[in-house]
């Protein structure tokens, strides 16, 4: 999961994660050839908010895969596949501090729970920055739509990051958790999506992974919802070149490995999605 952590250092004092990730794939890392599927991002163009849902469908998938459907400034939110093959959510966040030592932040800085559901694991974390991280065990499939909605609520230095997921069975969204970190004042920038490969054995390296992510919105602090309808196309280190992206039926997709070719977008590239006759989002959590 190194990829996370460029990012994360990247997006400090930065709203815009666009521009910030052409530094992650700059100079190729050699050490990862066959090791790993490149990793690849949908970095949105959007100004500050204080929601963000999107919606992804995986069409693809393989054990251990992490799709990030929600990712800003101060975390990510999304499904992962872990190597033995169980599924869950994930959404976490980060503390605005250096280093990689849960242990080290004093207490008044570390990200701190507010809240979570009766079925949700949560913790601290370490290794790739701190923070702290909510788990729910959820069997998702391949081919379901599945949605998510962050809300960011600034009090005083701190902001609260408050992560839903919309459980299709219970017909619901389920609320997993909020967190709060100190934040300056300011709410959610740097929107972004991606696939990464964390099991990295060389086998992994052979499977293809793609998802489709759609119905992307965030709302400003007067209420108004605004679609994300451009994205970059932008990669980690790895040199690998089996990656692809673009659009499928009006939304954004993201591929890698296997036998993926780069048919669609080129790295860097800019995707534009006509998103007619879209309607904002209603009847979201608050």
Request: charged share 20%; with cysteine.
């Amino acid at each position: 999961m190194r990829h996370r952590s460029a990012i994360r250092g990247s997006l400090r004092g930065s709203g815009f994660l666009g521009l910030v990730l052409i530094a992650a794939y700059a100079h190729a890392d050699e050490k990862l050839a066959g090791l790993a599927c490149r990793s690849v991002h949908l970095a949105y163009q959007a100004e500050a908010a204080v929601a963000f849902t999107s919606e992804i469908v995986v069409e693809q998938s393989a054990p251990g895969t992490y799709f990030c459907v929600c990712g800003f400034n101060r975390g990510y939110f999304g499904i992962q596949e872990l190597p033995d093959g169980k599924k869950l959510v994930i959404f976490s966040v980060w503390e605005p501090s250096a280093g990689d030592d849960p242990n080290k932040v004093e207490e008044s800085k570390r990200t701190k729970l507010l809240f979570k559901d009766p079925a949700v694991r949560t913790g601290r974390f370490g290794g790739e920055g701190t923070g702290g991280q909510s788990f729910f065990d959820y069997d998702w499939k391949v081919g379901q739509p599945y949605r998510f909605l962050v809300r960011a609520k600034v009090v005083g230095d701190r902001t609260e990051f408050a992560g839903y997921f919309f459980v299709p069975e219970e017909n619901a969204w389920k609320h997993l958790a909020t967190f709060s970190a100190l934040g300056e004042g300011q709410a959610l920038g740097g929107y972004y999506g991606f696939i990464e490969d964390f099991l990295r054995n060389k086998k992994s390296a052979t499977q293809e992974r793609r998802a489709c992510y759609g119905q992307g919105w965030v709302q400003s602090a007067g209420g108004s919802w605004s679609p994300l309808l451009r994205a970059r196309f932008t990669a980690d280190s790895n040199p690998a070149t089996n990656i692809n992206a673009g659009l499928a039926d009006d939304w954004f997709f993201l591929q890698t490995g296997g036998k993926t070719e780069n048919a669609g977008t080129p790295l860097k590239g800019m995707i534009e999605r006509p998103g007619i006759r879209e309607m904002a989002p209603a009847s979201l959590p608050e």
